[in-house]
């Protein structure tokens, strides 16, 4: 009887182990295809526009599909409670020096600038994809809530991203696309630094969101006995998360209202490329086939 009960609770602490290990890959994954069309989108146009339409080739841009979504599965926390914290700020109340997406833009640009200098293009243009997925990150309204807030609202917070990852399939995009480019042209202007984008952006992004954060925030406790759920119930608390719900409608988000949800983080992707490109540039790049588009 002993034996049995024993065996019965390895068996109960396995399973809720093995849920809790879960946790940071099946529940607060971030989905990827935003991140890559709209650095992709700002990359290839920022180039258009310098002239440099040689360098956007293959190599190039598996490269800046594949690192712009290099953070979330390598960048993050060492453990549950602070799993993807650093991809998460808000100008309003967060140290600019801290462990968030503004200081790890800024250290990915930098990268960025010194491996430009000893000529390493490859990871060059690793480092600065790197650099727009945290840029991109300040921009979006679910990553300036508060990562302790988006805890409590992880099925929410993945929703709404599988709405708008979605959004990049529905015909209605190509006319988004356009009116992103459009606003861009009116909204362009000379920054000089990266931490100078990386104020501007991210205050930006605080007045455009603020009522939705607002708004937001009062529903805190609808979601507030997730973790407990979790260990008493986790295979019910670890259900398919509609981020990976392939059956998600690409016009819901134009429907709900997100029409202009790629706006401002195209614009800044586009004057971080600007800014990286008139960086490097000094620093003789070589030719397509001789160097930059190798990404091995």
């Known amino acids: 009887m002993m034996k049995l009960m024993f065996k ?19 529940i607060f994954a971030f989905g990827n295809d935003s991140h890559r069309n709209v650095s992709l989108h700002a990359f290839e146009d920022a180039l258009n526009d310098c ?21 979330d599965r390598k960048e993050a926390g060492t453990w549950l409670g602070n799993y993807y914290e650093k991809h998460f ?10 462990d968030n997406a503004y200081s790890s833009m800024i250290n990915h640009y930098n990268n960025s600038i010194n491996y430009a200098k000893s000529k390493n293009w490859t990871y060059s243009i690793r480092e600065m994809a790197q650099s727009l997925h945290y840029l991109q990150d300040m921009c979006c309204p679910v990553h ?4 302790g807030f988006n805890r409590e609202r992880v099925d929410l917070h993945t929703s709404l991203e599988a709405e708008w990852d979605a959004m990049w399939d529905s015909d209605k995009m190509g006319d988004c696309i356009l009116e992103m480019q459009d606003q861009r042209l009116r ?11 990386g104020m501007h952006f991210s205050q930006r992004a605080l007045e455009l969101y603020e009522k939705w954060i607002k708004n937001a925030k009062g529903g805190i406790f609808k979601h507030a ?20 719900d ?13 029409k202009g949800i790629f706006n401002l983080p195209y614009i800044a992707s586009y004057e971080l490329v600007l800014m990286w490109v008139n960086a490097v540039k000094l620093y003789d790049p070589p030719p397509p086939d001789r160097g930059i588009c190798i990404t091995q």
């Open 8 to 26: 019965n609770f390895l068996s109960v602490l396995l399973t809720i182990s093995l849920a809790i290990l879960q946790v940071p890959t099946s």
């Open 51 to 71: 002239n440099l339409s040689n360098y956007i080739c293959t190599g190039t841009k598996q490269a800046i599909r594949q690192y712009c979504t290099n953070p």
């Open 89 to 98: 700020f808000n100008i309003g109340t967060d140290p600019l020096d801290g």
């Open 144 to 147: 300036m809530w508060g990562y």
């Open 187 to 197: 909204e362009h202007r000379n920054f000089e630094d990266i931490s100078e984008i």
């Open 225 to 244: 006995f997730f973790i407990p759920n979790l260990l008493f119930n986790p295979i019910k608390s670890l259900k398919k998360d509609p981020l990976y």
């Open 246 to 258: 392939k059956n998600v409608d690409p016009d819901k988000g134009f429907k709900e209202g997100w």
